[in-house]
């Protein structure tokens, strides 16, 4: 049988390597199916192209433009999902397996094609709060962020080929930076079938991504200081190319999520025949066979009490030995074989390593039994868990990584023993602890959170729902200190922002609207005779502006305010003696003065273009509003947010933020400051 060229991507066109290939296999049955190659490819012209190209067409977008074109392409791909598990079995993946991989990372599109909604409906980004720098607010500060000018190289690892792809260029895409993907050779043909379904598709700009499936040795050789280099794998590559010189030179941002000794903790407090038992028991074994342990997140160490090590020992082991390894393929497997013949081999040399320091308690390197497979040719191995009698003595489980389904069991006698062993792994990406205890749970994380990216606190209260111990999540970061790299990569919308250029401004109040197109407070206004409410969406300006009339607060309004909100605190009774309070006698109540600033700036007297108000951000009653005090609103539109239709039948519609200033006869400073949102019609067609 002939075997598959796998194709580069690269400046808009596919290309085969016509030479310099390697050989790809079947995990299964060891049969060779592909070949992977680069020769030919100009890295140079290649970076080039997504600066010039990718990087124009994304950064023309908006964030709300880029974020509909990933929740597109994601209900895309989600039509093409049973093609890619086809592909995703020859990796040695059972079903569940790759569901983590193809759904999981087609998941991280929708995510953050949802994120879209906590950004401007701008190219551009808007950062915190304004930085008052004069006395009279005629000098102001801000942070604006915009994408940068550069190209993201992605080079990941081969355990999750697709995931591994779509949760790195979701995030870059979405900030508005094109990629240039590198897979793993080794399983870089589910890749290449997803990425050719995302070129397919048409739904990305020109330049927006490209894809090398050979080798990219070279490649950082023409990295820019805009460019940005992120890496998934060994810790080992990670530090080689973290010191390339061109990264130095040019400091270019580096992100590096590195495969690391990640612990899970049974509390002191858990005993045999409490839920929390089973379920460390089922996390644990879950974590050594999923993807047959090769995840940079999977269990490498077990803390336990001294006292459980025997009754973990006897529920590990029936729970794994009672795991069913062979052709994913087959009914009734559950573990398939390793990614290739090279990966099986290097994780034994691994475990040889570790036998010299540790015994093994669980499983077995020659004996095990394979179904629907022949254990020779794939890459089978059998799980193994070793136990570790002198943790704090014999090191080797510290420092050395097998990366495959592979684990060791140590006790501690002192729960401070239990934090310093999960200290020792010197960086890891996540760990977990499982108690009922939430005294224990606090302490935990509070000592051993400087050494760990993420801790999951394990219960009967989350089991349900929880996503597991070795489960990153899009709107959390991933990643973690020491060994573990030192980066961060998803994170929501900080992991956004790692693409882009965050830079200081300075100027009037006005000038900042105007490049911001954010009002900032002390704008000059656009003062308009005509109600902003009464205008359609497209026609509003950030800046419009109007002051309405004045209001004379009276004790007879705090009084009904009072009897209607049933809220009689004793500052908004007038018969309450004031001597030694705040306050010098009856005052308002701040949610009364709220809505009597509505009542003067809504117009309310015909249908308007507003649909609703659906919400009041960062309101603040900064004053005392005593009876016989006037107040009057300046009311100004603040920004404005598009929306898409969900159908043909949804009413065309966008976001608009107000500034609502509420002022007395003094008018500084303001008696109240809010921020309104409402929902505007746009204009019929």
């Not at 509390?267 to 066979?289: C, H, Q, S, W």
Request: charged share 25%; with cysteine.
């Amino acid at each position: 049988m002939s075997l598959i060229a796998l194709e580069n991507f690269a400046e808009g066109k596919w290309y085969t390597a016509s030479s310099s290939t390697e050989t790809l296999y079947n995990a299964i049955t060891g049969d060779a199916i592909y070949t992977a190659g680069s020769e030919g490819l100009d890295f140079d012209a290649m970076m080039k192209y997504g600066r010039k190209v990718g990087n124009k067409n994304l950064r023309k977008m908006t964030f709300q433009q880029r974020g509909r074109m990933l929740k597109a392409l994601a209900m895309h791909l989600m039509t093409k999902k049973e093609d890619f598990y086809k592909i995703s079995a020859l990796t040695g993946a059972t079903r569940i397996d790759s569901w983590v991989d193809i759904e999981g990372g087609i998941g991280n599109l929708f995510t953050y094609a949802s994120l879209r909604r906590q950004f401007p409906d701008e190219s551009f980004y808007v950062e915190g709060s304004v930085a008052r720098l004069s006395k009279n607010n005629t000098f102001i500060g801000h942070h604006i962020l915009v994408p940068l000018e550069g190209v993201a190289i992605h080079i990941n690892a081969f355990n999750f080929p697709v995931w591994g792809m779509l949760e790195k260029i979701a995030v870059n895409l979405l900030a508005g930076v094109p990629a240039i993907v590198k897979p793993a050779t080794l399983t870089s043909y589910l890749t290449e079938v997803v990425f050719k379904e995302i070129i397919a598709s048409g739904i990305l700009p020109e330049g927006a991504l490209q894809l090398i499936c050979g080798s990219a040795r070279g490649i950082l050789d023409h990295v820019q200081n805009q460019d940005v280099v992120t890496f998934t794998g060994s810790a080992d590559t990670g530090k080689k190319l973290k010191s390339h010189p061109r990264l130095l030179e040019e400091a270019v941002p580096f992100t590096m999520e590195a495969d690391s000794l990640n612990c899970s903790v049974l509390g002191n407090d858990v005993t045999p025949d409490m839920p929390e038992f089973d379920l460390f028991i089922k996390e644990v074994a879950r974590e050594i066979t999923t993807k047959a342990g090769q995840k940079c997140t999977a269990i490498r160490r077990i803390i336990v009490p001294s006292g459980r090590v025997e009754d973990v020992k006897i529920a590990l082991g029936k729970r794994i030995l009672s795991t069913t390894i062979g052709d994913p393929s087959v009914e009734g497997v559950r573990m398939g074989p390793l990614a290739g013949l090279g990966q099986r081999n290097d994780v034994i040399d691994r475990v040889k390593q570790l036998m010299k320091t540790q015994e093994i308690v669980i499983g077995d390197l020659e004996h095990f039994d394979i179904k629907g497979a022949d254990k020779e040719k794939g890459a089978f191995m059998s799980p193994i868990v070793f136990y570790n009698d002198q943790p704090f003595k014999n090191l080797d489980c510290h420092s050395i990584e097998a990366f495959g389904p592979v684990s060791t069991l140590l006790p501690y006698e002192t729960f401070d023993d239990a934090i310093e062993l999960a200290k020792m792994g010197k960086g890891s990406l996540v760990s977990s602890i499982t108690t009922a205890d939430t005294r224990v749970a606090k302490e935990f994380v509070l000592n051993a959170a400087t050494m760990h990216g993420r801790i999951l606190v394990l219960n009967n209260d989350c089991a349900k729902e929880s996503t597991g111990h070795g489960s990153p999540m899009p709107m959390l970061v991933h990643g973690g200190p020491g060994r573990a790299g030192g980066g961060e990569e998803m994170g929501g919308m900080r992991g956004v922002l790692h693409y882009m250029q965050r830079t200081a401004i300075q100027g009037s109040p006005t000038m900042i609207t105007a490049i911001t197109n954010q009002y900032q407070q002390g704008a000059k206004g656009i003062i308009t005779e005509v109600h902003p409410f009464t205008k359609h969406f497209e026609e509003l300006a950030v800046g419009d502006q109007i002051m309405t009339d004045k209001r004379l607060i009276t004790s007879d309004d705090i009084d009904k305010f009072a009897d209607l909100s049933g809220d009689h605190f004793y500052a908004h009774m007038k018969d309450t003696n004031f001597e030694g309070t705040m306050f010098t006698h009856q005052v308002a109540h701040g949610y009364f003065i709220m809505s009597a600033a509505a009542g003067l700036f809504v117009d309310s007297y015909d249908i308007n273009p507003v649909l609703l108000n659906y919400g009041i951000d960062e309101l603040r009653f900064t004053k005392p509003v005593y009876p016989g005090t006037s107040i009057q609103v300046r009311f100004t539109c603040n920004e404005k947010i598009e929306q898409e239709r969900r159908d043909e039948n949804d009413i065309p519609k966008g976001i608009v933020k107000w500034l609502v200033e509420m002022l007395d006869e003094t008018e500084e400073p303001l008696v109240g400051i809010a921020t309104i949102l409402t929902m505007v019609k746009k204009r019929e067609g």
